[in-house]
């Protein structure tokens, strides 16, 4: 497989994936601000070092050693949402394929090192989503201190 991604199939599918966001997207955004709102403090975006991994966790709770990732249904293939393109389906479906697997190899190399990990699809409520987070701290014992 090469690793140049093939021309966009449309002007509209070039506008879409140019449009798309490493950080701050709208639902890592929202899942921030439902945290803030139930007192927790936390990183973005915070470099964690684990051995042969570079992993930047949408959220980041130190000194609780908690990585939270907020995942998007196209780019993680959510079972529920997740589909690969019609169009350059032969570049897309090894691609997303490894965008899974790498998440895997990361949590593996979070826990590892002793983190706890915890993943939500884009579409979870953030609301819901905070109440895991906050309940996870609480269970362990922990603050969430900067």
């Not at 393109?85 to 949590?107: F, H």
Request: proline share 7%; net charge positive; aromatic share 8%.
């Amino acid at each position: 497989m090469s690793s140049l991604a093939p021309a966009p199939s449309s002007y509209t599918a070039r506008r879409t994936m140019e449009a798309n966001r490493r950080v701050d997207t709208r639902p890592e955004r929202l899942l921030r601000s439902a945290l803030h709102a139930r007192g927790l403090r936390f990183r973005k975006d915070r470099r964690v070092s684990v051995e042969g991994h570079r992993v930047r966790p949408d959220i980041v709770f130190g000194p609780a050693k908690l990585a939270v990732f907020v995942d998007g249904c196209f780019w993680h293939r959510c079972p529920e949402h997740g589909q690969v393109p019609a169009a350059n389906r032969e570049y897309w479906a090894p691609k997303l394929a490894r965008n899974v697997e790498r998440d895997r190899e990361v949590d593996e190399a979070l826990r590892a090192a002793g983190w706890a990990v915890l993943r939500f699809w884009e579409h979870t409520p953030p609301a819901e989503a905070a109440e895991v987070v906050g309940g996870w701290l609480a269970a362990a014992g922990r603050t969430a201190q900067r």
